[in-house]
């Protein structure tokens, strides 16, 4: 019977672990929780060690890190292209055999100026002249140095701002389970009916002239009809159970944290 297996299917619920289910649900709800409080600290404890370093040291070890994009962005800045109209292809003047203009207020005194570092020599690698491929090489690492530089200075303000942190204040873990079977049973036999008629004439009949006295005719009519008819019967047999079972957990919770001062 279908009622018979609907009831069966309700009776397995346990076989669901809807419990279980719940239970990982908010573990793993918590354990996410944890793991992004403890990614935030390690990122400020790493900024931390790296703000540790000495401008030197911090050059030294980020310089190779910076990208093309960066050096020509920052070239464009200092030296752009010498077609001021923009039509150039080319994203600043310095390159292999070009010449920088010379004087106090020059190409060479303004790169100069760009790259200065506090207590280094940086900028002491642009020079007058042609640019040949080394001096290219040497004003490239010059910014890149320039630029690791800037980085540490911004890292330095990022710590006396404090540690940036996200913290769920609230939050709700909800879990629900909707169990419904149903079974139910049809049966329908319907019966055809069929009929046929048929109904056709056949003549032939012979006259002409002088022989119409011997004129023969003759005709003939068939009727065929067969019917088969049988009474229409329906059987129906029909059981359903709808079994529903609702479950639901919620949660409220809210996280702290607590400083650790000495």
């Given at each position: 019977m279908?009622?018979a297996?609907?009831?069966?299917q309700?009776?397995?619920?346990?076989?669901?672990?809807f419990p279980?289910f719940?239970t990982?649900?908010v573990?793993?709800v918590?354990?996410a929780?944890?793991?992004a409080?403890?990614r935030q600290?390690?990122?400020y404890?790493?900024?931390?060690?790296?703000?540790?370093k000495?401008l030197?040291?911090?050059?030294?070890?980020?310089k190779?890190d910076?990208?093309?994009?960066?050096?020509?962005l920052f070239?464009?800045?200092?030296i752009p292209p010498?077609?001021?109209?923009?039509?150039?292809n080319?994203?600043?003047?310095?390159?292999?055999?070009e010449?920088l203009?010379?004087?106090a207020?020059?190409?060479?005194?303004t790169?100069?100026?760009?790259?200065?570092?506090p207590g280094?020599?940086?900028?002491?690698?642009?020079?007058?002249g042609?640019?040949d491929?080394?001096?290219?090489d040497a004003?490239?690492?010059?910014?890149?140095?320039r630029?690791?530089a800037d980085?540490?200075?911004l890292?330095?303000?990022m710590?006396?701002?404090?540690?940036?942190r996200?913290?769920?204040?609230?939050?709700?873990?909800e879990t629900r389970l909707t169990?419904?079977?149903?079974?139910s049973?049809?049966?329908?036999?319907?019966?055809k009916?069929?009929?046929?008629?048929?109904f056709?004439?056949?003549?032939?009949?012979?006259?002409?002239g002088?022989?119409?006295l011997?004129?023969k005719?003759?005709?003939s009519?068939?009727?065929?009809s067969?019917s088969?008819?049988t009474a229409?019967k329906?059987n129906?047999?029909r059981?359903?159970?709808?079994v529903?079972?609702?479950?639901?957990?919620r949660?409220?919770f809210k996280?702290?944290?607590?400083?650790?001062?000495?």
């Amino acid at each position: 019977m279908a009622a018979a297996d609907a009831v069966n299917q309700a009776s397995r619920l346990s076989e669901i672990g809807f419990p279980e289910f719940t239970t990982k649900l908010v573990t793993d709800v918590f354990d996410a929780l944890v793991s992004a409080n403890m990614r935030q600290t390690e990122a400020y404890v790493s900024l931390l060690k790296e703000v540790s370093k000495s401008l030197t040291d911090y050059i030294n070890d980020t310089k190779d890190d910076i990208g093309g994009d960066e050096i020509m962005l920052f070239l464009s800045k200092v030296i752009p292209p010498a077609n001021a109209s923009g039509d150039s292809n080319e994203p600043t003047k310095l390159k292999v055999g070009e010449t920088l203009t010379t004087g106090a207020t020059g190409e060479v005194a303004t790169l100069k100026k760009a790259l200065v570092i506090p207590g280094d020599t940086n900028e002491n690698v642009v020079t007058g002249g042609a640019i040949d491929q080394n001096k290219y090489d040497a004003i490239l690492d010059a910014v890149a140095k320039r630029i690791a530089a800037d980085k540490y200075e911004l890292l330095k303000e990022m710590v006396k701002l404090g540690i940036l942190r996200l913290v769920v204040e609230d939050g709700l873990i909800e879990t629900r389970l909707t169990f419904s079977t149903y079974g139910s049973s049809f049966y329908q036999a319907k019966s055809k009916q069929y009929n046929r008629k048929n109904f056709s004439f056949r003549a032939k009949a012979r006259t002409g002239g002088l022989v119409s006295l011997w004129c023969k005719a003759s005709a003939s009519t068939a009727y065929n009809s067969v019917s088969v008819s049988t009474a229409e019967k329906v059987n129906q047999d029909r059981a359903g159970s709808s079994v529903n079972i609702f479950g639901q957990v919620r949660i409220n919770f809210k996280t702290d944290y607590l400083p650790l001062n000495d």
